[in-house]
């Protein structure tokens, strides 16, 4: 069954298919064995991210939560403590793998997703010593999912690196949908690259290629993520039939993510006169807060399913819509009028 078809899809930006262009190039891709190093399209990809992130190297992985957990293996030892936020995808959505894999403590500060208070994060960390156990590294979300898409602005992440370098311990960037901060707020890729020991980036939701996410940090760094990677599993052979496609996306839709950002707003716009909004819309994600409406969220759904239309339900009372490179602008029209009809009911 192919769902994007038959409906429009706003479940997620997970849920494009490869263009006819990103399917050419993965089909022409030289490709060699990547475990062996000997990929030229993973090796071009891993120098060409490292580059846009003003970072020495990156590492080609399957997905986002496993460039995640690698990541934080690199900055966190066992019986070591990382902070994030409480609706972070590390450890929301993860299944448990920085304590399940790593052996890590997570601790949290309550959601408010993109609005950090960096004096909240530098008071919740914990120094070496005999009785607590020890930060040794915070993970931010670029742009925030559960957030609703919410841009962290650069002076908030500045502040955060401050409050790190004080606390000599690492900050990690979970930035699946970095691209679209960047093209949000238009920071260039480099400077938020800078502000971070490692970052997470992913071709596989926004850019729309099927697999793949990187792991980006010092030479030093990557080689011991090299070996992770392989201990988790995710060593692949001629993984560059994938890069190939990640590359296409670096170079076809970064700039288009601009595109999607507005199909939101419009979306947005169809939603808010019944005050189901949940927070300004400013990427791709439109978060629905259904607490004060007549439908809860799995009733809405099932509705909008109905009539054709796919949206996510992320709790008993909040969904999400998303848009993305298989929508199209009559998509969102037809699916801002369902919407508003009953929400209208
Ligand atoms: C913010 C964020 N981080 C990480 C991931 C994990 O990516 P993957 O599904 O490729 O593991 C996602 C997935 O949607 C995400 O939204």
Redesign the pocket.
């Known amino acids: 069954m192919i769902v994007a078809d038959a409906f429009v899809d706003l479940r ?1 930006d ?1 849920v494009t298919r490869p263009t006819p262009g990103m399917r050419e190039v993965m089909a022409t891709a030289e490709v060699g064995d990547d475990v062996y190093g000997e990929d030229p399209t993973v090796n071009a990809l891993e120098a060409e991210v490292a580059a846009l992130f003003g970072h020495e190297a990156a590492l080609f992985a399957p ?4 460039a ?1 957990q690698i990541a934080l293996q690199l900055l966190v030892s066992p019986g070591n403590e990382l902070l994030c936020d409480a609706d972070a ?1 590390v450890v929301t ?1 993860e299944i448990g793998a920085a304590a399940a894999y790593g052996g890590i403590s997570s601790r949290t500060w309550p959601a408010v997703g993109a609005d950090i208070d960096p004096e909240t994060v530098a008071g919740m960390i914990r120094p070496d010593g005999y009785f607590a156990v020890p930060t040794r590294a915070i993970a931010v ?1 670029q742009t925030h ?1 559960r957030g609703g898409g919410g841009v962290i602005p650069l002076a908030t992440l500045r502040e955060l690196r401050r409050v790190a370098d004080e606390a000599g311990v690492a900050l990690h960037c ?1 930035g ?2 970095i691209w679209h901060a960047h093209v949000a707020d238009a920071v260039p890729l480099v400077e938020y690259g800078q502000l971070f020991d490692t970052l ?1 980036v ?1 071709l ?2 926004g850019l729309g290629a099927p697999v793949g ?1 990187l792991v980006v940090g010092s030479a030093e760094k990557i080689e011991r993520a090299r070996l992770i990677r392989k201990r988790m599993g995710g060593g692949m052979r001629q993984a560059g039939i994938l890069a190939a496609a990640g590359r296409y996306a670096l170079a076809h839709h970064v700039d288009r993510l601009a595109e999607d950002h507005a199909r939101a707003a419009r979306l947005a716009e169809a939603v808010a006169p019944f005050g189901v909004l949940a927070a300004p819309v400013r990427t791709n994600l439109v978060p629905l807060d259904l607490s004060k409406h007549a439908l809860d969220a799995r009733a809405l759904a099932a509705a909008a399913r109905a009539e054709g239309v796919l949206i996510s339900v992320l709790g008993p009372r909040t969904a999400r819509l998303v848009t993305h490179l298989d929508l199209d602008d009559a998509g969102v029209t037809r699916a801002a009028s369902v919407l508003a009809r009953l929400l209208a009911a």
């Open positions: 997620s997970t997905s986002g939560s496993m995640n995808h959505y979300e999912n979970d699946a949908r997470s992913c596989s939701k996410s």
